[in-house]
């Protein structure tokens, strides 16, 4: 059967894992990984993809790329044919490095952006090879000094706030939280998906959304961007998150909720602790 061809358009967001074949460690050498992020650097410059996030494992690598009008198949052929002819010029061998079919996720990326980069700045975590993010081999230090270098943590950290000090500060407190489980986030790219509603009628349906739970649930908009941590206000605020269309941009909803964006990115994650309240506002409005 013939393989499902990978679906390429201006913008589209991936989560690429490329592995080493057979599970082999083709990355353990700091040599290795720093030869690998040279190369990544190359075809960045090259073909004009922008790079959200990376971890270079010893086994695999992850990497958050958002391409333009090169295809994805494109770039990671030549970043792992050029890694693959130095890894065996090198080590005096020949044959696959890399497993043939690398992985790539099509992701939504604003709703999930700042998920994707701590789901990536995690492994080493996850994996027990650190305790904490900061790790030599992923992008989490460039975005820890604001380099932009390589990885675009500009556009990310905009993201949490147009502040720079308060977006940073964000992204510090966003990686503090320890979870049990992260998971990358896919979703189905459609004809319609790429053309997107406009701000104005995005804007009429986050409105709709808000005002039909205010007025069942008998609070008032003031109320609601209180900035209140009353149990029943906060979880009115995620039922509206969750509820919100797929386009409706983090800023958004966050300019009408009075929420910072990284409190939109943990819930749309599901990085939180649903309660029968919320359960029930997202089910009757649901019904309705």
């Known amino acids: 059967m013939a393989r499902k061809q990978r679906i390429h358009y201006h913008g589209a967001l991936y989560h690429v ?70 890894y065996n010029k090198k080590n005096k061998r020949t044959g696959h490095v890399f497993q043939q079919r690398y992985k790539a996720e099509v992701c939504k990326k604003d709703g999930y952006l700042l998920h994707l980069v701590k789901y990536i700045h995690f492994n080493p975590v996850k994996a027990g090879m650190t305790k904490t993010v900061e790790y030599k081999w992923n992008s989490h230090n460039n975005y820890v000094k604001c380099i932009n270098e390589i990885v675009n943590t500009e556009y990310v950290l905009k993201v949490i706030s147009s502040n720079k000090a308060v977006a940073l500060k964000g992204y510090k407190e966003y990686m503090k939280e320890k979870i049990e489980e992260i998971e990358p986030c896919e979703y189905e790219v459609t ?45 009115i605020r995620k039922a ?10 983090n800023k958004e909803i ?11 990115s943990r819930v749309k994650a599901k990085e939180f602790k649903k309660t029968d309240y919320l359960e029930r506002i997202i089910s009757e409005y649901c019904k309705a």
């Open 17 to 86: 894992i490329a592995r080493g074949n057979n599970g082999e460690y083709i990355l353990d050498s700091d040599e290795d990984k720093k030869n690998y992020i040279e190369i990544l650097k190359r075809y960045k410059e090259r073909y004009q993809f922008e790079l959200y996030a990376y971890c270079i494992m010893d086994n695999h690598v992850h990497l958050l790329m958002e391409v333009g009008e090169t295809p994805l198949n494109k770039i990671m052929q030549g970043i792992q044919q050029v890694y693959t002819q130095r």
């Open 191 to 235: 004809e319609a998906q790429r053309n997107t509603p406009n701000k104005k009628e995005t804007g009429k349906i986050l409105e709709d959304i808000i005002n039909k739970i205010l007025e069942k649930e008998k609070i008032t908009m003031k109320e609601l961007m209180s900035g209140s941590k009353l149990q029943k206000i906060s979880d």
């Open 240 to 249: 509206v998150v969750i509820l919100a269309d797929a386009d409706i941009s």
């Open 254 to 264: 966050s300019d009408k909720l009075n929420i910072s964006a990284s409190v939109i």
